[in-house]
């Protein structure tokens, strides 16, 4: 018995690493993507590279709890590295 839930918690884990790895890798992604936009080298290609593409937008709601103030909302903008920088994550997290 003790082994099942010993399993369901490395799944856990590991779905976790998985996360923190798909947003490390967008994250360096689009950093590049900015550092590629600054280079006379690829001054071509750059506006593409880092070109955001809108997926969903959630406006944000404003909560009024008369002692604290929420402000929820969501936007998500990939750029064309980010998402290479998605596909690199998911290559190393199946590597390692």
Known sequence: MKTASRKG??????????VLFLVTGAVVGGILGEIAASSSLLSG????????????????????LYVIKLVIGFALYPNLMSVVGIIAAIL???RF
Not at 9 to 18: C, D, Q
Not at 45 to 60: G, S
């Open 9 to 18: 918690g490395s799944a856990g884990r590991s779905m976790g690493m998985m």
């Open 92 to 94: 190393l997290f199946r």
């Open 45 to 64: 290609v750059a506006p593409y590279l880092i070109k955001p593409f809108p997926v969903f937008d959630v406006p944000p709601v404003s909560i009024n």
